[in-house]
């Protein structure tokens, strides 16, 4: 898959160096299996005197703190892509699997595991580039509550339900759900 997108990684490289100043990459610190920290990788999509490493305040429709390329690799998730380094090389992400929070990723000014019951279950696994929650519409904010909540009951039904033939219909169903993206921003 690196290979395959190789040309994408290269377009998506070119964009953001061209639309603003500062590094292609974004790391940031998240969740992983047993609640170990990873750093993620990520193309950066925001202009670099506004990065949130700590994802303290959630990206909202319109932002400005989100380039103009920035806008369209998260709407098309392809700032999500660098995270094929992560499984390939670093091994501490899956294909699939409940999508890694940040750190410091709030519902409502409180830290997810505050309002969701049971949240650190979806830990019990490795994260994923892709998952049950992102391919049903569960991604972007998590104002209201009820958005975390939701996307925290597909990763544990996924988590509950493994299988290859689950991993792979996710994996098939992710570009089409990329389609339906009102979420992203």
């Keep these: 898959a690196l290979i395959a997108l190789s040309p994408v990684f ?3 490289a070119v964009a953001i160096k061209l639309d603003s100043r500062g590094p292609v990459f974004f790391k940031q610190r998240r969740y992983g299996f047993n609640n170990e920290l990873v750093e993620v990788y990520k193309f950066r999509s925001m202009y670099v005197d506004t990065l949130d490493h700590n994802a303290s305040k959630l990206v909202t429709k319109g932002d400005p703190r989100v380039t103009r390329v920035g806008r369209f690799i998260r709407k098309t998730s392809i700032d999500e892509l660098p995270q094929l380094i992560n499984v390939v090389f670093k091994g ?5 699997g409940p999508r890694p ?3 410091q990723a ?4 409180r830290q997810y595991e505050e309002v969701v019951d049971g949240y650190f279950a979806r830990h019990k ?5 892709t998952g049950w929650a992102q391919v049903n ?7 209201p509550l009820e958005k975390i909540q939701r996307r925290v ?4 039904y996924y988590i509950e339900n493994w299988s290859i033939v689950f991993d792979i219909y996710i994996l098939c169903i992710t570009p089409i759900a990329l389609t339906k993206s009102e979420n992203a921003y």
């Design 10 to 12: 290269l377009a998506t």
């Design 92 to 96: 501490n992400l899956s294909l699939v």
């Design 101 to 103: 929070h940040a750190v």
């Design 106 to 109: 709030k519902a409502d000014n």
């Design 125 to 129: 696994m490795l994260p994923g580039i």
């Design 137 to 143: 519409g569960w991604r972007g904010e998590t104002d």
């Design 153 to 156: 009951e597909f990763d544990l």
